[in-house]
């Protein structure tokens, strides 16, 4: 069996990966069907950066092989019959390949062919009489593996849609893609339905070696359709869009309907599953899913994406969770885009939840007047998104904005992330719990530090001078982490959010003034302190304010 490239073969390999093929093809008796046309096409395509070309006759091969080195994938296709067939017997691979062809692409899929050859006998003699690479063109996993152990080079979904048993199926399935590239070890080019540079890259993240675009870059009559499609169907009113946004926390995931100018529909929130590792939080994040889209649909609603916020340090271009904390065991290493894109196929992304709240600020709230700023947001912990002119930073691995593991004590309380005096450690749900009982050593413990802390919250919102004075102490620690902060990115605005502060207003304005006297130049440039607007749904906003952003 053959299963040792050439040389010329293995360049072939690494020369496509991760890479674009243009697919350089017209239907017949369309008007580019023409081969100095095609041959133009391709030059131009080439100039855009495409890494190959997939051509159809040794006609279009031979002339685009004149002016290109690049692999070229070719094909033969016939019609007989009404069936359309790809390569269709061993003479035709023959001639592509003497008209410059690098990998022969054949039909490989086991549907009783009406002419022709068997698949697996052409393919062996493309690799020991030609020595060109084999891309099989499958319809299902089913059909992959056996090219699999056919011995063919790459797995293709071309036929996906086309085929008897897929007919139907239309669309970009990435799910198909990830199973061929695990389950038949070849590597997979994803062809077929790839209409978007979005799709193009949803491919690779999939799992495959290099994607072949086609209609949607060379062929301008199927793409002035798409255009036409789309106009018909725009309502005279200029309409809003809406967006599922999703917030998983550690104690529940919150999710609502998102419409384009922030308004909140369908607000709902589920526990999360926490006990068992990833699966159980999984499970809950399909509910919640799963929920969202029953109330979409039963509103008749047309949603155009699902913005989804996470604790944790998020890769937001994958969509996976880079690393995660106790508070959502196992979750580091999850792919969350992938996840919710196998229950339903729309566009998804994916933010840290604080950089989200960021983001909800940002589109919603006071970001629509100021375009430097930091949210914070004070709970169990500390999470932060930085907006500097206009844009969230997020950093090579989505750590920017860490700002609750910055030294504020040297050599003071330990913190959880292993060091000692993080602002973290001074200024949480737990920290108000520990101030508020070395004031008030006598006061009632109660079950849970969560539940003492809005206790105490309530009595100062009430003017209790003891929990007044435990915020105050908050304060002054929190005043050194908003100096730092202030000095290292000079923003107008600093809102501080979560449901310990959001409303205490006096506890702010202490905050200002204590932090402005830590300033240099401190009230000539004062950072204005202020009270979040986007509050307890600020991450599904903000995850929301992705999608828009983003589509
Ligand atoms: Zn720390």
Not at 451 to 475: F, V
Request: hydrophobic share 40%; glycine share 10%; aromatic share 6%.
């Amino acid at each position: 069996m053959y299963n040792n490239p050439s040389s010329r073969g293995k360049e072939i390999l690494e020369a496509l990966r991760g890479k674009l093929v243009v697919s350089c093809q017209a239907y017949p008796n369309d008007p580019m069907e023409d081969t100095e046309t095609l041959c133009r096409v391709a030059q131009s395509a080439a100039l855009g950066g495409a890494s190959g070309f997939r051509l159809n006759s040794p006609e279009h091969v031979r002339a685009v092989r004149q002016n290109t080195s690049l692999p070229i994938i070719a094909i033969q296709k016939t019609y007989e019959g009404g069936q359309l067939r790809i390569t269709a017997d061993f003479g035709s691979a023959r001639k592509l390949a003497d008209a410059g062809a690098d990998i022969i692409a054949l039909d490989c899929t086991d549907r009783v062919h009406a002419y022709g050859e068997p698949w697996r006998e052409i393919s062996r003699r493309i690799h020991e009489e030609l020595g060109l690479l084999v891309m099989a063109d499958i319809a299902t996993l089913e059909d992959g593996m056996r090219a699999a152990e056919a011995g063919v080079d790459f797995v293709a979904p071309t036929l996906h849609g086309y085929a008897e048993e897929t007919k139907g199926t239309f669309g970009f399935h990435p799910e198909l893609v990830t199973a061929l590239a695990q389950e038949t070890g070849k590597p997979v080019i994803a062809e077929g339905n790839v209409s978007t540079p979005a799709l193009a890259r949803r491919a690779i993240e999939a799992g495959a070696w290099c994607v072949v675009v086609g209609s949607a870059i060379t062929r301008p009559g199927t793409i002035t359709a798409t255009f036409v499609e789309a106009l018909k169907h725009v309502p005279h009113e200029r309409s809003l869009r809406y967006v599922i946004g999703i917030d998983i926390g550690g104690t529940n995931i919150k999710t609502a309907v998102v419409r384009q100018d922030g308004e909140l529909l369908f607000q709902h929130d589920l526990p999360t599953i926490v006990t068992e590792g990833r699966h159980g939080i999984a499970r809950s994040l399909k509910s919640a899913v799963e929920e969202a889209l029953n109330n979409v649909k039963k509103a008749d609603l047309d949603v155009v994406g699902i913005g989804v916020a996470s604790a944790g340090a998020i890769d937001s271009k994958s969509g996976i969770v880079f690393a995660a904390t106790d508070n959502l065991p196992g979750w580091a290493g999850f792919d969350i885009r992938s996840y919710i894109q196998s229950i339903r196929d729309l566009p998804v992304y994916v933010e840290n939840d604080a950089q989200a709240a960021a983001l909800a600020e940002l589109h919603f709230g006071h970001g629509q007047k100021v375009s430097n700023f930091v949210a914070i947001t004070i709970g169990t912990g500390i999470g932060a998104g930085i907006v500097i002119d206009g844009k969230l930073i997020r950093g090579m691995y989505g750590f920017a904005g860490t700002v609750g593991h910055q030294t504020i004590r040297f050599d003071g309380r330990p913190c959880n992330c292993g060091r000692s005096g993080c602002l973290e450690a001074y200024v949480s749900t737990e920290a108000l719990v520990h101030e508020y009982q070395q004031l008030h050593p006598a006061g009632q413990a109660s079950p849970s530090n969560s539940g003492l802390a809005r206790e105490i919250s309530k009595l100062s919102l009430a003017g209790d001078p003891i929990a007044r004075d435990a915020y105050k102490r908050l304060a002054i620690y929190l005043s050194e982490g908003l100096a730092n902060i202030s000095n290292m990115f000079d923003p107008e605005l600093i809102i501080l959010g979560g449901g310990l502060i959001e409303d205490h207003t006096y506890f702010i304005e202490e905050v200002q003034k204590l932090t402005e006297n830590k300033l240099h130049f401190g009230e000539q440039r004062p950072p204005k302190i202020v009270p979040a607007q986007a509050r307890r749904y600020a991450g599904v906003q903000g995850a929301a304010a992705s999608v828009f952003t983003y589509i």
